[in-house]
């Protein structure tokens, strides 16, 4: 049962921040809607982090981390540019894709099974970008 509410959060809060980055794109250009998002980054990890027990090490995990923050920060500020111009409903259906790489990356390189259920979730999920393009 505690999955399903961590599902929901996550659900929630990248649902949330791609509508607002959608209402955000149209009326900030993208390099200061990035700003802020680093902003609000750095004041939501640091909280969550010492609140959680969190520490900074120099091991290459903790590099790693941050080359995934500077990917989640490139996304956005790529969002934005394409916020200005595309439909909330047809951008963030795109965007979710994404879902994509990591699932053919966790086929190839952490010997993740595939299943033809896990393919045909992915063939559907094609179309459906196709339906919403």
């Known amino acids: ?19 607002l980055l959608k209402i955000v794109g149209n009326r900030l250009d993208a390099s200061s809607g990035a700003l802020a998002i680093v902003v609000g980054y750095a004041i939501a990890g640091t909280l969550f982090g010492v609140m959680g027990g969190g520490r900074l090490g120099t091991t290459w995990p903790y590099g790693v981390a941050g080359i995934i923050g500077a990917f989640y920060i490139i996304g956005n500020w790529a969002f934005l540019r394409l916020a200005r111009d595309e439909e909330i409903s047809v951008l963030a259906p795109l ?17 993740e099974t595939v299943t033809i259920r896990k393919l045909i979730g992915i063939v559907f999920a094609f179309i459906a970008l196709a339906l919403l393009s």
């Open 1 to 19: 049962m505690e999955r399903i509410g961590w599902l929901a959060l996550v659900l929630f809060t990248y649902g949330m921040a791609a509508f």
């Open 95 to 111: 965007t979710g894709l994404s879902i994509a790489l990591p699932v053919i990356l966790g086929f190839l390189l952490l010997n």
